[in-house]
């Protein structure tokens, strides 16, 4: 195999995910088409619109945040935008944190005051982005802001 095709391949079984469901059969391998260490990759379980409470499951075990069926309801109901955009699947801390959250563990460190996300295009179709923030911790107030002129992904 040429090393292009090894390193496609790695891409494709690493966004392949997993079931948690067919981990637990004795056929959790058909679901693979070759062992990913063999292509320096490793199995994702996605939490997205597709997969269902036995994949929060196996994730909060994997990242030490163990859930129950009930508690993974919970998780689900809580934040179904961020499942349905595939957001836990990007970003594990992100589960973590929504899990710390249904399990009563999440430190109450700060409030969001306000935001708001300024999304502009002019007519030659630059685009500028500027986000602005108000947050609170403890008796202090805090306010941040940041913009990006023009945004180059967005062109």
């Given at each position: 195999?040429?090393?292009?095709?090894?390193?496609?391949?790695?891409?494709?079984?690493?966004?392949?995910?997993?079931?948690?469901?067919?981990?637990?059969?004795?056929?959790?391998?058909?679901?693979?088409?070759?062992?990913?260490?063999?292509?320096?990759?490793?199995?994702?379980?996605?939490?997205?619109?597709?997969?269902?409470?036995?994949?929060?499951?196996?994730?909060?075990?994997e990242?030490?945040?163990?859930?129950?069926?009930?508690?993974?309801?919970?998780?689900?109901?809580?934040?179904?935008?961020?499942?349905?955009g595939?957001g836990?699947?990007?970003?594990?801390?992100?589960?973590?944190?929504?899990s710390?959250?249904?399990l009563?563990?999440l430190?109450?460190?700060?409030?969001?005051?306000?935001?708001?996300?300024?999304?502009?295009?002019?007519?030659?179709?630059?685009?500028?982005?500027?986000?602005?923030?108000q947050?609170?911790?403890?008796?202090?107030?805090?306010?941040?802001?940041?913009?990006?002129?023009?945004?180059?992904?967005?062109?």
């Amino acid at each position: 195999m040429h090393r292009t095709e090894r390193r496609s391949l790695a891409r494709r079984v690493w966004h392949l995910g997993r079931h948690a469901r067919q981990q637990r059969t004795q056929k959790s391998r058909a679901y693979l088409w070759c062992d990913p260490a063999k292509v320096g990759a490793k199995p994702v379980i996605g939490v997205n619109a597709q997969s269902g409470k036995a994949n929060i499951i196996l994730l909060s075990r994997e990242l030490g945040v163990a859930l129950d069926s009930a508690q993974a309801q919970a998780l689900m109901e809580a934040n179904q935008a961020m499942i349905e955009g595939g957001g836990f699947t990007a970003s594990d801390v992100s589960f973590q944190l929504a899990s710390m959250k249904v399990l009563g563990t999440l430190e109450h460190r700060f409030n969001i005051k306000s935001w708001r996300v300024l999304d502009e295009s002019d007519e030659s179709g630059d685009r500028y982005v500027q986000a602005s923030m108000q947050l609170s911790m403890g008796d202090s107030a805090i306010a941040t802001t940041r913009q990006k002129v023009p945004v180059p992904w967005m062109l």
